[in-house]
């Protein structure tokens, strides 16, 4: 049974700071794995996608990489601003296909002090 | 401009009673979703439907129905035999290509007890 985890549950920092955040999965047989931002009482905004053939995505400060095998995938913030605060949650697409089911992680709750 | 509509933003449901969440989306995607989300937790699959009067039962089921009558719509019913109802409702929508697709989701609905 695929199970997604990410550390840590809650992050706070001062502005200006890079930073990152932690998924990990217990099944490497992914299709792909998203990252979405989700903003208070709102919906879930996808910010990186990266298919299991791939390593890494960037877009703008952010990077997600992506390490199959050892079941790990990283969200590196750089220049964390204000308008960054939000929770960060990561999901991965089982089996072989789009159709496959997403598994989402907890989350992570992030906190950008001015 | 596309995207996905969800009302109401606020549901509450009195013992017995069953409600009804309503989800539409003007992307032309195949597949909808339904998920559920508690707090500190991810989200969790209900139900999900990738053509027109078809649908399959997610990780959670049970105590939920859903129709797919319309492309552009996948209404989520909330029945009396769901216990703990009380979460916040993401519906989520997607094409069914090859390559990157990802999840585009709606604002969600919170539905609390009376």
């Known amino acids: 049974k695929q199970e997604v985890t990410q550390i840590p549950a809650a992050l706070s920092v001062p502005e200006g700071e890079n930073l990152v955040l932690n998924c990990s999965f217990t099944?490497?047989?992914?299709?792909?794995l998203q990252w979405f931002r989700q903003d208070p009482g709102k919906g879930l905004t996808s910010l990186l996608l990266i298919q299991s053939s791939q390593r890494e995505q960037t877009s703008g400060r952010l990077n997600a990489s992506l390490d199959k095998s050892s079941g790990r995938s990283t969200l590196y913030i750089a220049a964390s601003q204000p308008g960054d605060s939000a929770t960060y949650l990561c999901?991965?697409?089982?089996?072989?296909?789009?159709?496959?089911?997403?598994?989402f992680g907890q989350g992570t709750t992030l906190q950008v002090k001015p | 401009d596309g995207g996905i509509t969800q009302s109401p933003k606020y549901l509450f449901r009195k013992e017995g009673q069953n409600v009804t969440l309503s989800c539409e989306q003007n992307?032309?995607?195949?597949?909808m979703y339904w998920y559920r989300q508690d707090p500190g937790q991810g989200l969790r699959l209900i139900y999900y439907s990738q053509i027109v009067n078809d649908f399959q039962k997610g990780d959670i089921a049970e105590g939920y129905s859903v129709s797919r009558e319309k492309k552009e719509s996948f209404p989520l019913t909330v029945t009396s035999a769901q216990k703990n109802p009380t979460a916040f409702y993401l519906c989520a929508s997607s094409t069914l290509g090859q390559g990157e697709q990802p999840q585009h989701f709606g604002d969600g609905t919170r539905l609390s007890i009376l």
């Open positions: 992307l032309n995607h195949d597949a």
């Open positions: 999901a991965v697409r089982r089996g072989s296909s789009n159709t496959g089911k997403l598994i």
């Open positions: 099944d490497s047989a992914i299709y792909n």
